[in-house]
């Protein structure tokens, strides 16, 4: 009899690694999404971007638009389940600018931790934030320092935008210019590849997006650096941005993902050592010293 169950367990097991289901989860059904979280092996990915201005010619949802596309190709690769994008994130110094949706700090991480509790309440254990806004960095990476605040059954993973090195030379073959910190030459291209017809290349030289340099302070940052350097909030120079570099960054930085994605899968140690963490951690005098 046990037997018996074994085998229709683990037949089931294969139908739900076999079944074609979507990776968004917003596009899975209420049924489909407990199979979804067994095929993914419980992992899930946030795609994170903010909304913010990039340039005169780029989307502010730049950044969650890249997110999206890259994190949709990545889980189709090695399948996991993506997560609407969230937009909330750490865009304090482009307030001046239209469109910029700028929450507070404490609303950042407050999201961040129930979000990332619903998502772990629903199954998925493993979660896996990728950010491509790089004002994000900081706060993604004090959210997961943070995790070892209070006990919990899941586990968060960073892994912030990005490419290989090995990409990265392959990249700077292909520029024409620094490929540009902010809706310069790649973020540009890699929008034309996501979304070409957001794209309003022939806007971008009406203003600029070099530094200014204004601060006399080398390797200090105080928080008004970026407005500092570019008060246009753009910093780069995008004419020469193309489709065949942005597909060539998307699809390279997808499989990177997807790598990721494969060996959150295959990590069966994390999970283990955080609770070995939480029970010593409530009584560290019987901790081995
Ligand atoms: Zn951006």
């Known amino acids: 009899m046990i037997l018996v169950a074994a085998f229709v367990l683990s037949c089931f097991c294969c139908n739900a690694q076999d079944e074609k289901l979507p990776v968004l989860w917003s596009e899975l059904t209420g049924p489909d999404f407990a199979k979804a979280v067994e095929k993914s092996g419980g992992v899930c990915i946030i795609p994170m971007g903010v909304l913010e201005k990039h340039g005169p010619h780029l989307p502010l949802a730049t950044d969650c638009i890249v997110a999206d596309y ?48 619903e998502v772990a309440r629903n199954g998925c254990k493993k979660i896996i934030l990728f950010s491509q806004h790089g004002g994000n960095n900081a706060l993604v990476n004090l959210f997961c320092q943070s995790q070892l605040n209070s006990e919990r059954d899941y586990i968060v993973y960073e892994t912030l935008f990005g490419s290989k090195p090995e990409v990265k030379a392959q990249i700077e073959k292909m520029l024409k210019t620094d490929g ?16 070409p017809d957001l794209v309003k290349l022939e806007r971008a030289a009406t203003q600029s997006g070099e530094a200014l340099n204004r601060l006399p302070l080398q390797k200090m940052r105080p928080s008004i650096f970026w407005y500092a350097n570019y008060p246009n909030h753009f910093a780069g120079e995008p004419s020469a941005a193309n489709t065949e570099l942005g597909e060539y960054v998307i699809l390279e930085d997808a499989k990177f993902l997807a790598e990721k994605i494969n060996r959150v899968k295959r990590d069966s140690v994390g999970l283990q050592l955080q609770n070995e963490f939480f029970e010593k951690a409530k009584h560290p005098k019987d901790t081995e010293q």
């Open 70 to 117: 890259i994190a949709k190709m990545a889980a189709e690769m090695e399948y996991a389940i993506v997560f609407p994008t969230f937009y909330v994130g750490q865009i304090n110094e482009a307030k001046h600018q239209p469109g910029t949706v700028a929450y507070s700090t404490e609303l950042c991480l407050k999201m961040l931790e129930e979000t990332c509790a």
């Open 180 to 195: 540009g910190e902010h809706a310069g030459e790649e973020e540009t291209s890699e929008v034309m590849a996501a979304r």
